[in-house]
């Protein structure tokens, strides 16, 4: 327990972790950590466009594991995780969770086709998915990659690992909220 | 038309649509889980609306943040205020206020603008 508490600590300063979360998700505990970061992030004097993007960012990201995070039997000891780190011109959002084998193809050709696309294009998707989606049972709108693609101009990043199960792999989202915007 | 009152929390707007003052003003966050439970009695106020000649109304945008599922639904409320101008029976006017150092809230009510056929005025604070 020492050894491991050491070398979680030592990972979280090196890397100057804002928040690291790993465990169940639900909309208190976005809530939760939402009021968290926004109180860190307005002590430590950063733009406020830049604090609203990563707040932004935070939700969908958030929001889409609390919707998408449940597994059935066995494979349920594996938890999602959120991390926020802040490196010198950037800060990182990452998230991760287990993801259904059969809705990897679905997801990979969303998050291919958002990072395609370039600024007028990602409008261009956005107004199209809005006015044509209807929100699905969990209560999402299908938006989320191209909104987070949109505010932080950046790609998202994203890939799937192993964990041992024969329905599910672990689906791990990173994406990148810059300090300083043009 | 009645009014309609639903107080801010951290996660959805105030709702205050005032039959008196003749305003319709969404105030604050929003990210709520269930955005189709939260905003159906918003609807079901601009269907009766809708049905009631009333002269003149303002919506009034003060919103810090939504999320994408509310971004949908703020769309259908704009939407449905659109018929209801284009009816002739009830004018509309959507005022929609922002921090103007938030230029991706600024960019959003420009698109929304665009999508609707009403008098629609953004506004930096």
Not at chain 1, 149 to 155: C, D, G, I, L, Q
Not at chain 2, 52 to 62: D, L, V
């Amino acid at each position: 327990m020492e050894t491991a508490l050491k070398e979680i600590h030592s990972i979280m300063n090196d890397e100057h972790a804002v928040l690291v979360y790993s465990g169940e998700f639900n909309q208190d505990i976005v809530k939760s950590m939402l009021s968290y970061t926004e109180g860190k992030l307005d002590s430590s004097g950063i733009d406020n466009l830049v604090k609203k993007k990563i707040f932004n960012v935070m939700v969908e990201q958030l929001q889409n594991i609390t919707k998408h995070q449940y597994v059935d039997g066995e494979d349920s000891t594996i938890q999602p995780c959120f991390v926020l780190i802040e490196e010198d011109t950037y800060y990182n959002i990452v998230t991760g969770n287990p993801i259904k084998i059969d809705t990897i193809d679905m997801v990979s050709e969303r998050i291919d086709k958002v990072n395609s696309l370039d600024a007028p294009g990602l409008k261009a998707l956005y107004k199209e998915a809005r006015l044509n989606s209807r929100i699905s049972d969990v209560g999402g709108a299908g938006l989320g990659f191209i909104d987070v693609a949109r505010k932080t101009e950046n790609k998202l990043d994203y890939s799937f690992y192993d964990i041992n199960s024969d329905n599910y792999k672990y689906f791990t989202l990173k994406t990148q909220v810059n300090k300083i915007i043009e | 038309m009645e009014n309609l009152f639903i107080a801010k929390t951290d996660d959805t707007p105030e709702i205050d649509f005032n039959s008196e003052t003749k305003e319709m003003k969404m105030t604050g966050r929003s990210l709520p889980e269930d955005v189709t439970t939260f905003y159906q009695p918003v609807l079901d106020w601009l269907d009766e609306l809708e049905a009631t000649p009333s002269g003149e109304y303002k919506c009034i945008m003060n919103l810090e943040y939504f999320n994408t599922a509310s971004s949908k639904l703020i769309l259908d409320i704009l939407m449905r205020l659109e018929d209801i101008h284009l009816d002739g029976n009830t004018a509309i006017e959507i005022i929609w206020n922002y921090d103007e150092r938030d230029t991706d809230m600024e960019e959003a009510a420009e698109e929304y603008s665009e999508l609707v056929e009403v008098p629609f005025k953004i506004v930096g604070i």
